[in-house]
């Protein structure tokens, strides 16, 4: 009767990875430089030049991140509303001090 609300227990499938693209050319192409440069020491010691490219690249791409978050700043609209927020204050300010002379002798004539 109650047959109906068994669950099923699942099995595992187990993982099997297989890469897409696999060249075994390349593969061993790459073995042999990686030790070709290790003999050298290459990889051990860096020359100056590629320390040198690597800070310019680094900072480089830090000045494009700051770039690119002052540019969220202006679209996520916080600096648009403080902009708009100063601008609604000024145009009160000045219609205040236009008007305000006007109201108060309109709604207080013995002021």
Known sequence: ???FLK???HESRGFSYKPRYFDPEKEALRQKI???EKAEGKSLNEDTESVKSRIRD????????NRR??????????LRI???LIA???FFYIAMAKFLPLFMKMFFPEY
């Open 1 to 3: 009767m109650f047959g």
């Open 7 to 9: 669950v099923k227990k």
């Open 34 to 36: 990686n030790a070709a």
């Open 58 to 65: 680094s900072m480089r791409h830090a000045k494009n991140v």
């Open 69 to 78: 978050d002052m540019r969220g700043l202006w679209r996520g609209g916080n």
């Open 82 to 84: 403080v902009a708009i």
């Open 88 to 90: 609604l204050i000024f």
